[in-house]
Every structure is written in C-alpha cells, then in structure tokens.
Nanobody, 124 residues
Framework: VQLQASGGGLVQAGDSLRLSCAAS???????MAWFRQAPGKAREFVAG????????HYANSVKGRFTIVRDNVKNTVYLEMDMLKPEDMAVYYC???????????????????WGQGTQVTVSS
C-alpha cells in the first residue's frame, strides 16, 4: 500500500490542524499510525489505531490534544491536532502495518509502509 500524507502547514500556538494520510489501497487490515521527527531529533511515535478502529493510542506528549481517526471506506487516516504547541513542530509521517500488537505499535521499526511526510510548523 502507498501512503500520501498531507495537511501540514504553518500555524500559531493554540491553533488546530488536521493531517490526512490517504492510502492507495484498502487499509481495513492495517494498523495505522503517525510518527513525527523534529530537527535534530529521532523520529517518535505520536498516535496509532488498530484495524478495529475503536480507540487510538497516543504518546503522552499529545494525549488529550491529538485524535487519530480512521475511515476504512475512504482508506484515509486523520490526525486531528488541537492546542498545538511549538514543540509539536516536526515532519509528520503516516505508517501502516498488518501484524502489530499493542506492545509493538510504538516501534517504528515494525512498520512496513510509510508516507512521505508533511511539515507542521508552530509559531509561538
């Protein structure tokens, strides 16, 4: 499956933004996730959602502010980001994999498919 991330941009602290990750094929059998990488830092897990799509899993730094949502009809995953902070500034990547469990969802090495990334810039 090919992934195309979009929706990044320049916003002010406290603003909201919604990222989209459109897949070339059906995502209903994939665990989907968002990672991010800030300049000079390692890529980190942001949020993930299993095939069932019943609930998202989040990094502590974004919990309560970000929401991951999947639409298996549109084959798209969204990351709704509220109350953005300057420390949220990064390139955001979406990722997909078929065989993950909760303990491996946060491990970027487990994902076979990646989008190209979309830049989120947050000014203070």
């Amino acid at each position: 499956v090919q992934l195309q991330a979009s929706g990044g941009g320049l916003v002010q602290a406290g603003d909201s933004l919604r990222l989209s990750c459109a897949a070339s094929g059906r995502i209903s059998t994939y665990t989907m996730a968002w990672f991010r990488q800030a300049p000079g830092k390692a890529r980190e897990f942001v949020a993930g959602i299993f095939r069932s799509g019943s609930a998202g899993h989040y990094a502590n730094s974004v919990k309560g502010r970000f929401t991951i949502v999947r639409d298996n009809v549109k084959n798209t995953v969204y990351l709704e980001m509220d109350m953005l902070k300057p420390e949220d500034m990064a390139v955001y990547y979406c990722a997909a994999d078929r065989g993950l469990i909760l303990s491996s969802m946060r491990d970027q090495g487990q994902y076979d498919y990646w989008g190209q990334g979309t830049q989120v810039t947050v000014s203070s």
